[in-house]
């Protein structure tokens, strides 16, 4: 993973911590359901906030700008078992990519001035088109993913890390649900 003896490179260690923040987004966007609320629009909700930063945060892994995370970049030139799997995951967001630079600068991150401005990406959740399933799926997809190449990664660290320990906390934290605010 890196020249021996100087442990692993700091863009891929970096990349895998952004996979599991990525994971832990997706989970949470999955476990939220859409709610029945009457009057804030979903954006404003919990469960539209965390589609949109979930969404967000997918479209940073594989930014294109060269001092971005761009996970295709991070894992090339070294032995690994995705390849395939990461170039597939590639191919199948590359129709949803520009849609989502757009919801990232304009609705994650940066915002607008304009309800106009913010309309453009949206796309991306077209119920009517079959493009928000697919886009789930890929999210869906995207995670199990990830959280193989965490495992692998993990696997590969040094023992004096306790990447065991690290990889069960780091599971146990994904499936533990946040209590809900009728436990308070």
């Known amino acids: 993973m890196g020249k021996p003896g100087d442990g692993p490179r700091e863009d891929l260690t970096?990349?895998?911590e952004r996979m599991m923040r990525f994971c832990y987004l997706a989970q949470m966007q999955?476990?939220?359901?859409?709610?029945?609320?009457k009057l804030l629009p979903l954006h404003l909700t919990r469960?539209?906030?965390?589609?949109?930063?979930?969404?967000?945060?997918?479209?940073s892994l594989f930014e294109?700008?060269?001092d971005s995370i761009n996970l295709v970049r991070v894992w090339q030139g070294f032995d690994h078992p995705f390849s395939k799997d990461l170039q597939d995951c590639v191919r199948r967001l590359d129709p949803f990519k520009q849609e989502l630079k757009?919801?990232?600068?304009r609705l994650?991150?940066?915002g607008s001035l304009s309800r106009s401005q913010e309309r453009v990406g949206l796309g991306v959740f077209d119920v009517?088109?079959?493009r928000a399933r697919d886009f789930a799926c890929l999210v869906r997809d995207m995670q199990q993913l990830?959280?193989?190449?965490?495992a692998w990664y993990m696997k590969g660290m040094d023992a004096s890390l306790h990447p065991a320990e690290m990889w069960n906390e780091f599971v146990n934290e994904l499936k533990r649900r946040a209590p809900s605010q009728d436990d308070a």
């Open 64 to 66: 294109d700008r060269p």
């Open 146 to 150: 990830f959280l193989r190449m965490i």
């Open 47 to 59: 469960f539209g906030t965390l589609v949109f930063e979930t969404s967000s945060f997918l479209y």
């Open 102 to 105: 757009h919801l990232r600068n």
């Open 30 to 37: 999955f476990e939220t359901a859409a709610g029945s609320t």
């Open 108 to 110: 994650g991150f940066h």
């Open 128 to 130: 009517d088109s079959g």
């Open 14 to 16: 970096i990349s895998v």
